[in-house]
């Protein structure tokens, strides 16, 4: 019934640029933070960045801030994860999530209700 499905990923050349989105179904879309979240092998899954539901308020991941933008198309039911000058370290299962938090962004894995299967990321160096 809930769906969050992740699109968009592939290989790409150090430096260069990708979009993710997430199409979401079975939530009402307009009242979830959505999240972004990656896992590499044998880590654990941090948090990337996410955005409130209106899409007013955006939260970063130090690692990423500056470099990835976070945003959404709530008439669409779906989020994106713009990604520009990615490196070698941003390689990983790259995953959309959402959020019934009703009075901040959530930045850990358990502040988050649904997940999607994830869509891989390889920055080749």
């Known amino acids: 019934q809930v769906q969050l499905i992740e699109s968009g990923g592939g290989l790409v050349q150090d430096g260069g640029s990708l979009r993710l989105s997430c199409a979401a179904s079975g939530i009402t879309f307009n009242s979830n933070t959505m999240g972004w979240f990656r896992q590499a092998p044998g880590k654990q899954r941090e948090f990337v960045a996410a955005?409130?539901?209106?899409?007013?308020?955006?939260s970063y991941a130090d690692s990423v801030k500056g470099r990835i933008t976070i945003s959404r198309d709530n008439a669409k039911n779906t989020v994106y994860l713009q990604m520009n000058s990615l490196k070698a370290d941003d390689t990983a299962v790259y995953y959309c999530a959402a959020s019934r938090l009703q009075y901040y962004i959530g930045r850990i894995v358990s502040d988050y209700d649904y997940w999607g299967q994830g869509t891989q990321v390889t920055v080749s160096s």
């Open positions: 955005i409130n539901r209106d899409g007013g308020r955006t």
